[in-house]
């Protein structure tokens, strides 16, 4: 058996590009991603031993978490002073390597680089938003940060279209927690904060928790919570792509951590109501509603909070970094 080398640790500049692409969100906070570093260029692997198989059957939403990493790299890197470019699918024979970013001395995004100081900024919330509206500007930046992607948003407006998506998400809930596999799949990634990954539990919560979401149907609940969620929300926003593959959800990420670093930058973050788009027939009831060609990845939800609370934690650098002789993830 032939020894693999260890990888050698990253320098200084790529501890930082790392950093900053680990901040991203990812679905159950399952941060299903690798990195194997060169001296000019990071290459991004899907880890799909993290796979959601239940919740994420077709592995998009793992491919959109690697997406909004993806993002925090670029950015990160324009805010070094280096120029970040990215060919998305290198290797058609490599299906987990989702993209290779060149990087080179030279920079020009500065909108970019402002953008970076977000990064560590951006949390997932669960609560309710305060009341206090969005400005039609701060909207007209947020549609473009997704554009600028080459995916597209569609603002949830007017009581009845609300309503009606919101009555999806909450039969989303319905669907889901009535199945004892998507509850199981879920309470394997509640985790104490220690863990490092997973939805962080303090200590001693954690295997409650988890027995809890194993064994209670508890749909009903949280779909009334979600459903006034949805109803109350200031900004209700789907984000969307022209296809339905690969390529499409890195967009779709890209876009969506575009979305959330500026939002962050307005004082806005975000909520996820993503239910009708993991299982199949709401989600074409969804697109329905949002009278949109093509298919809707993400329902965000967006307001202020005056206390967004800690970060969630991430796993150490170490553990996503891959030797440049990995056998399971060839580059050419
Ligand atoms: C593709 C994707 C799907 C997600 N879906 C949900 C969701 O349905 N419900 C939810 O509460 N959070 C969802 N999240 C948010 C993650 O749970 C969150 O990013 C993770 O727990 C890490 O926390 P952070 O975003 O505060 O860093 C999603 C994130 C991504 C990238």
């Known amino acids: ?27 159950h906070n399952t941060q299903p991603w690798l990195f194997r570093l060169e001296h000019d260029a990071v ?3 899907a880890d799909r031993t993290r796979a959601l198989p239940v919740n994420d059957p077709d592995d998009r939403e793992l491919t959109i978490s690697c997406g909004c990493a993806l993002l925090n790299l670029r950015v990160a890197a ?6 970040a470019a990215c060919r998305l699918l290198p290797d058609s024979d490599t299906e ?3 993209a290779t970013v060149h990087l080179a001395p030279g920079s020009d995004g500065a909108g970019d680089a402002a953008l970076a100081g977000e990064i560590g900024r951006r949390r997932t919330l669960r609560k309710r938003f305060d009341d206090r509206a969005v400005p039609p500007a701060v909207l007209r930046d947020l549609l473009r940060a997704v554009e600028d992607e080459g995916a597209w948003a569609v603002v949830v407006d007017g009581e009845a279209q609300r309503q009606a998506v919101a009555s999806l998400v909450s039969e ?16 394997q990634w509640m985790h104490p904060r220690r863990r490092g990954d997973g939805l962080a539990l303090a200590g001693i919560a954690a295997p409650l928790a988890q027995v809890v979401v194993r064994t209670v149907d ?27 593959g690969s390529e499409d959800w890195l967009r779709a990420g890209q876009a969506l951590e575009r979305l959330l670093l500026v939002a962050c930058g307005h004082g806005l973050q975000a909520g996820y109501l993503n239910q009708p788009l993991q299982l199949p027939a709401l989600r074409h009831r969804l697109q329905h509603q949002l009278g949109h060609d093509g298919f809707p990845q993400l329902l965000l939800r967006l307001g202020y909070c005056d206390d ?25």
């Open 308 to 332: 967004p609370g800690e970060a969630s934690p991430r796993r150490p650098l170490d553990t996503v970094l891959v030797a440049a002789d990995d056998g399971r993830h060839e580059t050419r």
């Open 1 to 27: 058996m032939t020894e693999k080398s260890p990888p050698a640790g990253p320098g200084e500049q790529h501890r930082a590009l790392l950093d900053a692409a680990v901040r991203a969100p990812s679905s």
């Open 43 to 45: 290459h991004l692997f």
């Open 218 to 244: 508890m749909g009903t609940g949280v779909g009334a919570k979600d459903h006034a969620l949805a109803e109350n929300s200031p900004l209700l926003l789907a984000i969307g792509t022209a296809g339905d």
């Open 78 to 83: 324009t805010a070094a002073g280096l120029r």
């Open 172 to 187: 989303g809930d319905a669907m889901q927690w009535s199945s004892p596999h998507w509850r199981r799949e879920l309470a």
């Open 96 to 98: 987990d390597l989702l």
